[in-house]
């Protein structure tokens, strides 16, 4: 199996190549190949464009009796993509290019056609001038004047151009570098008049904030001094006594304790006596029973007691205040204490 892959076949001492038998094969004959498409063409069946470029399984074949210098001529037989129309065109070694036979048209071969026209003008010159002299001085006199022609024209062309626009390059790249600088320097101002107007604002704004906390500073400063309570100090109020609070020697100072308690607890509301309505005095109810032993003792008092709630009744609708300042709740706690005491 390896033999196969080596270049140089072994051959006998006794091969003789003139034994092979030739085989007899048309000189015509077409043979399958890949090609592309050499040129821009277009089917003349169907109207398909085919492109330079595009990949062909065609049939090749000599041309027979057809010979450039020796060189072969081969035809080419490929099928159009969409109609699959046949199309033909063969090698064109005089020009190095092909030529389109049948089936399509050529496309963009105007440049080639005008590069054609000038070689044909310019070889027919070449074989008049070889054969007359007379020929070649009167191409050259034309010559001559067309190039003389043309110069006048340029220069005319020239002139005017010059009368028309004279532009100094070197005043308008400094005029631009002017302006340039100029548009800088506008920007920067601009720029530092900004950020100037910007401080200014955030310290008007400070200012303002600063003048508002001050005024309501004052204002709150005020406000505590009219809410300040007329008395000396916040505990002159726990050593006032109540006039329901005079009944006895232990009686009194058990009951001094609760109310100084409950007002330690509860607090006090301010001398205003926003809950003076509310608070009312009970009428003492008539009993018949034993008078209690503190009652008995506090009999010089009882005149006033019932003189304070014949008062009382009669200023039922007024608001209750008490002495020093004293507020109706803290009455309500000691009239609550004292109720509870007789009783007992």
Same mark, same amino acid.
């Given at each position: 199996?390896?033999?196969?892959?080596?270049?140089?076949?072994?051959?006998?001492?006794?091969?003789d190549?003139?034994?092979?038998?030739?085989?007899?094969?048309?000189?015509?004959?077409?043979?399958?190949?890949?090609l592309?498409?050499?040129?821009?063409?277009?089917?003349?069946?169907c109207?398909?464009?085919?492109y330079?470029?595009?990949?062909?399984?065609?049939?090749?074949?000599?041309?027979?009796?057809?010979?450039?210098m020796g060189?072969p001529?081969?035809?080419?037989?490929?099928k159009?993509?969409?109609?699959?129309?046949?199309?033909?065109?063969?090698?064109?070694?005089?020009?190095?290019?092909?030529?389109?036979?049948?089936?399509?048209?050529?496309?963009?071969?105007?440049?080639?056609?005008?590069?054609e026209?000038?070689?044909?003008?310019?070889?027919? +010159? $070449?074989?008049? &001038?070889?054969?007359?002299?007379?020929?070649?001085?009167?191409? %050259?006199?034309? #010559? /001559?004047?067309? @190039?003389?022609?043309?110069?006048?024209?340029l220069?005319e062309?020239?002139?005017?151009?010059?009368?028309?626009?004279?532009?100094?390059?070197?005043g308008?790249?400094?005029?631009?570098s002017?302006?340039?600088?100029?548009?800088?320097?506008?920007?920067?101002?601009?720029?530092? +008049? $900004?950020?100037? &107007?910007?401080?200014?604002?955030?310290?008007v704004?400070?200012? %303002?904030d600063? #003048? /508002?906390?001050? @005024?309501?500073?004052?204002?709150?400063?005020?406000?505590?001094?009219?809410?300040?309570?007329?008395?000396?100090?916040?505990?002159?109020?726990?050593?006032t006594?109540?006039?329901?609070?005079?009944?006895?020697?232990?009686?009194?100072?058990?009951?001094?304790?609760?109310?100084?308690?409950?007002?330690?607890?509860?607090?006090t509301?301010?001398?205003?006596?926003?809950?003076?309505?509310?608070?009312?005095?009970?009428?003492?109810?008539?009993?018949?029973?034993?008078?209690?032993?503190?009652?008995?003792?506090?009999?010089?008092?009882?005149?006033t007691?019932?003189?304070?709630?014949?008062?009382?009744?009669?200023?039922?609708?007024?608001?209750?205040?008490?002495?020093?300042?004293?507020?109706?709740?803290?009455?309500?706690?000691?009239?609550?204490?004292?109720d509870?005491?007789?009783?007992e």
């Amino acid at each position: 199996m390896s033999e196969r892959k080596v270049l140089n076949k072994y051959y006998p001492p006794d091969f003789d190549p003139c034994k092979i038998p030739k085989l007899k094969l048309p000189k015509d004959r077409q043979y399958v190949v890949r090609l592309m498409a050499p040129f821009n063409m277009r089917c003349k069946t169907c109207g398909e464009y085919i492109y330079k470029g595009k990949k062909f399984n065609a049939r090749k074949e000599t041309v027979m009796n057809e010979l450039y210098m020796g060189l072969p001529i081969f035809r080419f037989y490929i099928k159009c993509t969409r109609c699959l129309a046949e199309i033909t065109f063969k090698t064109d070694p005089e020009n190095t290019d092909y030529a389109m036979e049948h089936g399509a048209t050529r496309n963009f071969q105007a440049e080639k056609l005008l590069e054609e026209e000038e070689k044909r003008i310019v070889q027919d +010159r $070449e074989e008049e &001038e070889l054969n007359n002299p007379m020929k070649v001085l009167e191409n %050259r006199t034309k #010559d /001559s004047k067309m @190039e003389m022609e043309v110069l006048e024209n340029l220069q005319e062309l020239k002139e005017l151009n010059q009368r028309q626009a004279q532009v100094d390059f070197e005043g308008m790249i400094d005029r631009y570098s002017e302006f340039e600088k100029r548009e800088k320097e506008r920007e920067k101002e601009e720029d530092e +008049r $900004e950020t100037k &107007e910007m401080l200014d604002r955030a310290l008007v704004k400070r200012l %303002r904030d600063s #003048d /508002s906390d001050s @005024e309501k500073e004052e204002e709150d400063s005020s406000g505590s001094q009219a809410k300040k309570p007329s008395t000396d100090k916040p505990t002159d109020i726990l050593t006032t006594l109540k006039p329901t609070e005079a009944l006895g020697s232990s009686a009194g100072g058990a009951k001094k304790a609760k109310v100084e308690t409950w007002e330690r607890s509860v607090g006090t509301l301010g001398g205003k006596g926003a809950l003076g309505l509310l608070v009312v005095r009970k009428k003492p109810a008539a009993t018949f029973l034993k008078p209690h032993p503190v009652a008995a003792a506090s009999a010089p008092t009882s005149q006033t007691d019932s003189k304070a709630s014949t008062t009382d009744s009669k200023n039922a609708s007024k608001p209750v205040t008490t002495q020093n300042g004293s507020s109706s709740l803290s009455l309500l706690g000691a009239y609550s204490d004292s109720d509870s005491n007789d009783s007992e």
